[in-house]
């Protein structure tokens, strides 16, 4: 059996980090849709490459697309680190 210690929202992640997408939680159903339509479904892997100078946004690797992620937005984002 699996066990869930290595779980984390995605804006936890650092640089370089590589995750499998778990869950969309976003209470806004219009943010909810736009995420899942750009490609963060569960079980896909995901790896950000680099934040923004001031932190905000993210930019994440999903497959061949680069995506850029507000802070707000990836804290609804449950993942599981890759180790």
């Known amino acids: 059996m699996k066990t869930a210690t290595?779980?984390?929202t995605l804006?936890?992640?650092t640089a370089q980090q590589k995750?499998?997408?778990i869950?969309?939680?976003s209470k806004s159903l219009e943010v909810q849709g736009r995420l899942l339509t750009l490609g963060l479904y569960p079980g896909v892997q995901?790896?950000?490459l680099r934040r923004a100078p001031l932190g905000?946004?993210?930019q994440v690797r999903s497959g061949?697309?680069?995506l850029s992620i507000r802070l707000h937005e990836a804290e609804e984002i449950d993942v599981e680190?890759?180790?």
């Open 6 to 8: 290595n779980t984390c």
């Open 11 to 13: 804006n936890k992640l």
């Open 19 to 21: 995750a499998h997408v």
């Open 23 to 25: 869950n969309v939680n």
């Open 46 to 48: 995901i790896e950000v």
């Open 56 to 58: 905000d946004p993210l």
């Open 64 to 66: 061949s697309t680069l």
């Open 81 to 83: 680190v890759v180790a």
